[in-house]
T-cell receptor, first 112, second 116 residues
Framework: DQQVKQNSPSLSVQEGRISILNCDYT??????FLWYKKYPAEGPTFLISISSIKDKNEDGRFTVFLNKSAKHLSLHIVPSQPGDSAVYFC???????????FGEGTQLTVNP | GAVVSQHPSWVICKSGTSVKIECRSL??????MFWYRQFPKQSLMLMAT?????????EQGVEKDKFLINHASLTLSTLTVTSAHPEDSSFYICSGSGTSGAYEQYFGPGTRLTVT
């Protein structure tokens, strides 16, 4: 039972344009969401998070949007840079516990 | 930011031997540490959660006698793969979360285990 899904295994964008990565979840008990970036043979790096009481959180070039009614979140990267090329995982947690549930990841490629 | 180290970064061992992987939080106290494994082109699968000084909680399907986890201090957790077999070959990643009530986990760089 995949409770967090990233339906796009890959995304390719041009440098300077916007990258939009999407994530859907099924468990309505999730109330905190995170995005991680991962390079091959490395551990994930925390990027940005959002609580379910908010619908938007921004940090520099990264903005996360949460639509609770649709159980959907997205990560916007603008402007995209070649160094952003990596696998992006969304993750969700019930804050009553500590267990992160990860999506399958989306490989982002930013072309110069 | 919070830094987590893992050692070794890669290891090759023979089938039937045991391998220990160390996970250290370098600049924060990790009250909870997590162990994941990742197969190629797949997501991170949580194996177990450990709190300092307590027994680890294993996810369904993970053999606790095969994957021994020790969380002896707020900065160190170890995963020992006992009697390793080729199917245990994987990328093992640990993470830690601190005491502030934040939900972010900070990940180590991972350990590539190859069992021959």
């Amino acid at each position: 039972d995949q409770q967090v899904k990233q339906n796009s295994p890959s995304l390719s964008v041009q440098e300077g344009r916007i990258s939009i990565l999407n994530c859907d979840y099924t468990n309505s008990m999730f109330d905190y969401f995170l995005w991680y970036k991962k390079y091959p043979a490395e551990g994930p790096t925390f990027l940005i998070s959002i609580s379910s009481i908010k619908d938007k959180n921004e940090d520099g070039r990264f903005t996360v949007f949460l639509n609770k009614s649709a159980k959907h979140l997205s990560l916007h990267i603008v402007p995209s840079q070649p160094g952003d090329s990596a696998v992006y995982f969304c993750a969700a947690i019930e804050t009553s516990g500590s267990r992160l549930t990860f999506g399958e990841g989306t490989q982002l490629t930013v072309n110069p | 930011g919070a830094v987590v180290s893992q050692h070794p970064s890669w290891v090759i061992c023979k089938s039937g031997t045991s391998v220990k992987i160390e996970c250290r939080s370098l600049d924060f106290q990790a009250t909870t540490m997590f162990w994941y494994r990742q197969f190629p082109k797949q997501s991170l699968m949580l194996m177990a959660t450990s709190n300092e000084g307590s027994k680890a909680t294993y996810e369904q399907g993970v053999e606790k006698d095969k994957f021994l986890i020790n969380h002896a201090s707020l900065t160190l957790s170890t995963l020992t793969v006992t009697s390793a077999h080729p199917e245990d070959s994987s990328f093992y990643i640990c993470s830690g979360s601190g005491t502030s009530g934040a939900y972010e986990q900070y990940f180590g760089p991972g350990t590539r285990l190859t069992v021959t």
